[in-house]
């Protein structure tokens, strides 16, 4: 089994994944708020499953920064 050694991610690599736990902070807040507001009990299940899904898949994105902390630039480039 080889093992193989991180890289550090491009800039435009780590707007990418800025830009999309922007967006999942986004749709997380939209579920919530009509999970919150919403009388329809079918509605509001799907609702927090699918606000779930993005906190996990958020919580994902903010591990795969935190793993490529340790090669990213000190110096902006």
Do not use: W
């Not at 089994?1 to 690599?13: D, F, I, N, P, V």
């Not at 509001?44 to 499953?49: A, D, V």
Request: net charge negative; with cysteine.
């Amino acid at each position: 089994m080889q093992s193989t050694q991180m890289q550090a991610l491009s800039g435009k690599e780590l707007e990418y994944i800025s830009d999309s736990i922007s967006n999942e902070d986004m749709l997380i807040k939209q579920f919530a708020a009509t999970a919150a507001t919403t009388q329809n009990n079918s509605v509001r299940q799907l609702c927090m499953q699918h606000l779930q899904s993005h906190t996990e898949y958020m919580g994902k994105l903010a591990d795969l920064l935190q793993q490529h902390q340790q090669y990213a630039p000190t110096a902006p480039q």
